[in-house]
């Protein structure tokens, strides 16, 4: 990576600038939920992949929050829910949605 061109650094600021929304909300995904296993007691191995899978998972539902015509604020509010529900609670949810849907 070549730190004397400027330009390089502009290009990065501004993508930077321009999925900030997402980016919060998944490092506060992120935050919550390794914060959530270390009050729980559980192990550094358990906080990664919680926090890994969080993360992604909130990266996952920031275009359907676009999609639903919902303001990229929102991206925040589900960060934070999708950090504090952590990744079993979602799997329980995605699983009687999908059975709901299945059956009718």
């Known amino acids: 990576m070549n730190e004397k061109d400027p330009a390089l650094w502009a290009v990065v600021m501004t993508w930077l600038a321009a999925h900030q929304p ?31 899978l969080c993360g992604l998972i909130t990266l996952a539902l ?7 015509g919902l303001p990229q604020g929102m991206a925040t509010f589900a960060g934070g829910a999708v950090g ?21």
């Open 22 to 52: 997402q980016l919060f909300a998944a490092g506060l995904s992120i935050g919550i939920a390794v914060l959530r296993v270390v009050y729980g007691g559980g192990t550094r191995r358990q906080m990664f992949l919680e926090g890994a």
């Open 84 to 104: 504090f529900m952590g990744v079993e609670k979602l799997r329980g949810y995605s699983d009687l949605f999908l059975s709901r849907k299945a059956q009718g």
């Open 62 to 68: 920031v275009p359907l929050l676009e999609w639903m």
